[in-house]
């Protein structure tokens, strides 16, 4: 049993970890999460001094009771915890106290769903669900918490749910999904930070007294910063040392934020961001916070990670393409951008079938007025100027070449020059008679409203059906601004990000229902919503629009840290970069995109014939190794370059007889310094020996006393070393 419920003690285990929470004096009491500790109370390291300005909750038998001062489960504004709250609840008399007491719990077998948000599911995993009720009697306001166990997994979800049994509406100012209370301050916090075109640079700092937090305002997660955070101690490192994380299983406004106490402790909370956020529940309705994957490794930063991969690759993401073998497909944007036609698709289709690519995705440009990123967004009509003869015909004439094809949208979005805006300005999310903000020259559909989305859809689906389109790319490149919805009334338009969001599940959840063969690849500007909600749609998303794979090293470097190579979309471009100007070679190219889900983005009929060799081969590598690369275990070598000069990082199959080592060496040296590489997760016994190269080693050897790289020769060389098991003799 993973879930152990006993005179008001709940205690929670998975493989190696224990969450514990006790009821005191009617508070759910937050005891320990950590380690694996046995069946035991943990609550004998509260500790309890009066503690000055710090009160006492009404029934508490002395003044060493403070919920200032105590490890709450979840905490509510209002009754003496003066720390980061979860809740707060605006009620008909304009107050805003509520003091949450334990009522009950129950336990039940499997994973709990959330309506309208995605959520862990169980499949082929162990998993239990406990919920446990807390009650404000006095509003009768119920906050049920939801855990979610996957004991083999040694994740742990919550999510809550917020039921009004009043007789009066209530307004929910701030509904976090978690609070997680720890005794003590020292530990780091670690977050991913970014920009468009550089997502997800890890940073770590040790906690401060105070609050430190990461989130989003912008509407989506955001490229600027990511919804998953670590705490770690001081001294963890990949391989070693307690860390705890935290992703956020939403894809919209959200925050993440440590505070240390007056004591000492900390405080991490998680959840939708309360900026702009009031949502109004009515007597007998309800609102769910959206899920958070807990995860503990006391083997550092590199388990912890791979718990990740193993729970978003196989209980997050869903569909045929969840297990099955992606296409290496070749899109058109860096290629030709805004400018080509039916002829120049099919001749990259032919050169591409040559290669052994096996998709054609046809990217932005295709339809309504739209020769340039200024118009056309909302006119999902083909372009027939451009596609001469149809769209239908494109399609089979890269199906007879032997490809499959692919379509870029842009769903939610549309421009102020379409058919669209002209016939219903107020689908997009303005205010009327305000002046609005442009970024990228667009504006925002309103999708909080059904009505947009049906359209929407509709126009989706009619070009989905009208020929055999076997990907989807679902592209997003603005934030929010000027966020007002013409169908709520003027007291509910604290709603609207929030219901964006929920609307766009919404319509995910019905066209991915509704095309169930068709790969999905999530988009927002390359990596601005990349995330464990909408992983649930679409299994892979487009990294990053930096395709410079020297950068690439960095950003697929912090993504790696919460999420699995199977969703990072990575293709070789062109050199000079589009982006950076600079130049890498082919090999390294292909070597960074195959730590992805591995395709091209340049236009392969400029390539000249050893080019194209080189492409066959490396198409020809990947299938080698698909298995390895997007079912292994991932283990980073070295940091993403910031303090070496090699990045490397290996994948190693489940039963630890094979091995994919990747390393580039970032700068060539004069009179060099060797670079050695230290293997992870072998067997330290097993012979094993590198293809390719002379000699036998024991994985012990491998490990710790590491394997020389060659010397680089020019900046940005790469090595790909494949390491088997030798079973023979
Ligand atoms: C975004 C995407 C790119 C490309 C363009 C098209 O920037 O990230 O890959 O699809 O839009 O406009």
């Known amino acids: ?132 009720t807390l009650r404000d009697e006095y509003k009768n306001l119920e906050v049920i918490l939801y855990y979610g166990v996957f004991e083999d997994l040694d994740i742990i979800t919550r999510a809550c749910r917020i039921v009004n049994h009043g007789k009066d509406p209530v307004h929910l ?74 992703s956020f299983m939403y894809s919209g406004n959200f925050a993440a934020e440590a505070e240390v106490s007056q004591a000492d402790d900390t405080r991490l909370t998680m959840g939708i961001h309360d900026a702009q956020f009031c949502f109004e529940v009515q007597p007998g309705d309800s609102f769910i916070a959206p899920e958070v994957l807990l995860t503990f490794s006391g083997e550092g930063l590199g388990q912890l990670s791979r718990n990740y991969h193993r729970a978003i690759r196989y209980h997050v993401c869903r569909g045929k393409y ?29 050169d591409a079938k040559e290669m052994g690519i096996e998709m054609l995705v046809m990217d932005d440009g295709w339809f309504g007025k739209r020769e340039d990123d200024n118009s056309g967004l909302g006119d999902w009509f083909v372009n027939e100027k451009k596609l001469v003869g149809g769209l239908k015909k494109l399609v089979d004439g890269v199906n007879e070449i032997g490809l499959k094809f692919g379509i870029w949208f842009e769903p939610e979005m549309i421009s102020e020059d379409s058919d669209l805006y002209r016939a219903h300005p107020d689908w997009a999310l303005t205010i009327p008679g305000r002046s609005f903000t442009r970024s990228r020259n667009q504006l925002v559909l309103d999708f909080s409203r059904e009505d947009v989305r049906q359209y929407v859809l509709d126009r989706m689906c009619e070009i989905l059906e009208s020929a055999n389109i076997e990907y989807v790319k679902w592209d997003a490149n603005r934030h929010l601004s000027d966020v007002w919805s013409a169908q709520l009334p003027a007291g509910r338009q604290g709603e609207v990000f929030h219901r964006y969001i929920l609307g766009l599940y919404d319509f995910l959840e019905k066209i991915t229902k509704r095309f169930p063969d068709v790969l999905f690849e999530g988009c927002s500007g390359g990596g601005g919503r990349f995330d464990a909600g909408m992983m649930y749609y679409h299994p892979q998303i487009w990294c990053s629009d930096d395709t410079d794979a020297v950068e690439r090293l960095q950003i697929q470097y912090g993504t790696s840290f919460a999420y699995p ?77 910031r303090a070496s000069n090699v990045v490397a990082w290996e994948f190693v199959s489940g039963d630890k007889k094979e091995a994919l080592v990747n390393a580039v060496i970032l700068k060539t040296m004069a009179n060099p310094i060797f670079q050695t590489i230290y293997m992870k997760g ?48």
């Open 1 to 132: 049993m993973a879930i152990i419920c006993r005179e008001n003690l709940f205690s929670i285990h998975t493989k190696n970890s224990t969450y514990q929470m006790k009821v005191e004096m009617g508070f759910l009491l937050h005891t320990y999460y950590g380690p694996y500790v046995g069946d035991m109370d943990m609550s004998y390291l509260a500790r309890r001094i009066d503690r000055g300005f710090s009160g006492n909750p009404d029934g508490a038998p002395d003044r060493r009771f403070s919920l200032d001062t105590q490890l709450l489960e979840y905490s509510a504004y209002g009754t003496g915890d003066y720390r980061n709250d979860c809740l707060r609840v605006e009620y008909a008399d304009g107050s805003q106290v509520t003091d949450l007491k334990y009522v009950s719990y129950e336990v039940k077998e499997g994973k709990y769903a959330l309506e309208g948000l995605p959520a862990m599911y169980q499949e082929d995993a162990k998993a239990e669900t406990l919920e446990i």
């Open 173 to 246: 100012l701030r509904v976090y999904s978690m609070c997680l209370d720890f005794y003590g301050k020292d530990m780091d916090f670690i977050h991913f930070y970014g920009r468009h075109a550089m997502e997800r640079v890890m940073e770590r700092s040790p906690l401060q007294h105070g609050m430190q937090g990461v989130g989003s305002r912008r509407g989506y997660s955001s490229h600027q910063h990511n919804p998953f955070v670590i705490l770690c101690k001081h001294d963890a490192t990949e391989d070693r040392g307690f860390c705890y994380g935290a």
């Open 322 to 350: 969840k297990t099955a073998r992606r296409p290496i497909l070749v899109n058109n944007w860096e290629a030709t951008y805004f400018d080509f036609d039916t002829e120049k698709l099919l001749d990259i289709a032919r």
């Open 565 to 641: 190579v199977s969703t990072v979309g990575s293709h070789v471009s062109v050199c000079p970069n589009h982006q950076t100007g600079r130049n890498v070679s082919l090999k390294t190219r292909g070597v960074v995109a195959m730590s992805g889900t591995f395709g091209y983005e340049l236009d392969i009929t400029k390539m000249n014939d050893s080019e194209k060799r080189e492409v066959k081969e490396q198409i020809e590598t990947f299938k080698q190794y698909y298995g390895l690369i997007q079912n292994g275990d991932y283990y980073r070598l070295t940091d993403d370059g």
């Open 682 to 729: 072998l067997k330290p016994d097993a012979f094993y020996e590198i293809e390719g190269r002379e000699g036998k080693f024991t994985g012990a050897a491998l490990m710790s006393a590491g394997y020389p790289l060659p010397v680089a020769m020019d900046d940005y060389e790469s090595v790909q070393l494949h390491v088997y098991e030798k079973t023979e003799n």
